[in-house]
Every structure is written in structure tokens, then in C-alpha cells.
């Protein structure tokens, strides 16, 4: 795939895939889409429950900003936090050591862990700072097997009018099979498809107020 480096509204980068005319993260501002989804309608709901362990699960690495932006997450102190990501098309280094995440989130100590979290092995489990338990899998989602539950699920796949296939019913299907009871999955599409998937595999799904550039999120619990 090519990808182009684009600087986003809030000054930090995204990449698009010219032959999907995709991006990985909101040209209206990386981060704080990253943020908005993930970290605060995602994680900070989760550490509500004041959880001593807690296993996340990220549909699609890409470019390393949301495990960054969680590793990163003051609230996760304390917590022992077991992070899987999956991601079938890897960056190579000379894309994802231009990205600027780190320079804006926290200086020598994210670079360090953006850093780790791109350059150690594949299907090797690894601590990138204590606490955080890190393993990547170089897979597709739909040959994915966990070998665990999660409590958190972070959906963050191309969109659904570009790869509709890991959008169905049967994707969200299995994924609510790893899921623990009460657990929760938060994206950023609000698809009326996507909703009806969600709903059919086991989530009850309620919309939340969108990042800039997007009216609405989903977030799932699973039942």
C-alpha cells in the first residue's frame, strides 16, 4: 500500500492509502479522534470499575497511537494492562518513525515506548513499561485466534465502505465471543449496518457525541 504522511487539524499526523482513498486516523485531528474514541469513551469507562488487571484488545495497530495514547493513560496506574493488537499490513519503520505522536503526547518517555511498541517481534509478548503487556499479531482479524477474554475491545479498522467484510455480523460474532460479559467495544463508525452487527452478535449499543468531524461514535457492552 502507499501511504502518504498528512499533517491533521490538530497538528498531528495521519496516513492515507492512496489506492483506498482511506485514512488510518481523522484529518480532523489524529489525536484527539484517538482521545475522544478510544481513550474516553473506551478506557476511562473501563477504569471506572477500578479493575487490578485489565486486557485490551486492538483491531488494527496501524500506525500505534491508540496502545501510545493507552500506555500513556495516567488513569492506568496501578492497573496491570495486557494489550493485543492485531494488524494484517505492518509500517515499515521509515513511515512510523516520521509520525509525531510521540513529540506531542510526552516527550523522551513516549518516544521511547512508541519505539518499543513498533519494533518488538511479532507474536512475542513483551512488557514495555511496567505494567504493560504487549503483544502484536501479524494477522488478519479473521484468522485471529486470542488464547484469552478481553474487557476492552478498541475496533479501529478501515472503514466499513471500504472493508465491509470485517464489519459483519460474523466478525462482531467472534469478537463478542472473546469479550467478557460486561465488556465493552467502542468505534468510531455509526453505520446503520454496523449498529444492526453489533446488536445481532451480542452488544447493546448506544451512540455517543462524535470527535470533530463526526456527529456520533458506538459503544458496545457486551450482554
Request: charged residues 25%.
Amino acid at each position: 500500500m502507499n501511504r502518504k504522511l498528512i499533517v491533521t487539524d490538530d497538528g498531528s499526523h495521519t496516513l492515507k492509502v492512496d489506492g483506498l482513498q482511506e485514512h488510518y486516523h481523522s484529518t480532523f485531528g489524529a489525536i484527539n479522534e484517538s482521545v475522544h474514541v478510544f481513550i474516553n469513551a473506551g478506557l476511562r469507562r473501563v477504569l471506572q470499575e477500578n479493575p487490578g488487571e485489565l486486557a485490551i484488545c486492538e483491531v488494527g495497530f496501524g500506525t500505534g497511537l491508540n496502545a501510545l495514547l493507552t500506555l500513556l493513560e495516567k488513569k492506568i496506574k496501578g492497573v496491570d494492562v495486557h494489550y493485543t493488537a492485531i494488524e494484517a499490513y505492518p509500517l515499515e519503520e521509515a513511515i512510523w518513525t516520521k509520525l509525531n505522536y510521540a513529540d506531542i503526547s510526552g516527550g523522551e518517555e513516549a518516544k521511547t515506548a512508541f519505539a518499543k511498541l513498533h519494533r518488538c517481534k511479532w507474536n512475542e509478548a513483551k512488557e514495555i513499561v511496567p505494567g504493560f503487556h504487549f503483544k502484536k499479531h501479524n494477522c488478519k482479524l479473521e484468522t485471529f485466534t486470542a488464547g484469552r477474554s478481553f474487557d476492552l475491545v478498541y475496533f479501529d479498522a478501515f472503514g466499513p465502505d471500504v472493508q465491509p467484510e470485517l464489519w459483519s455480523e460474523a466478525i462482531f460474532r467472534n469478537i463478542a465471543g472473546m469479550t467478557n460479559t460486561g465488556g465493552i467495544l467502542v468505534t468510531y463508525s455509526c453505520k446503520g449496518s454496523v449498529k444492526r452487527a453489533l446488536k445481532a452478535a451480542g452488544f447493546e449499543i448506544e451512540k455517543l457525541p462524535g470527535p470533530k468531524g463526526k456527529r456520533e461514535i458506538l459503544r458496545g457492552v457486551k450482554f
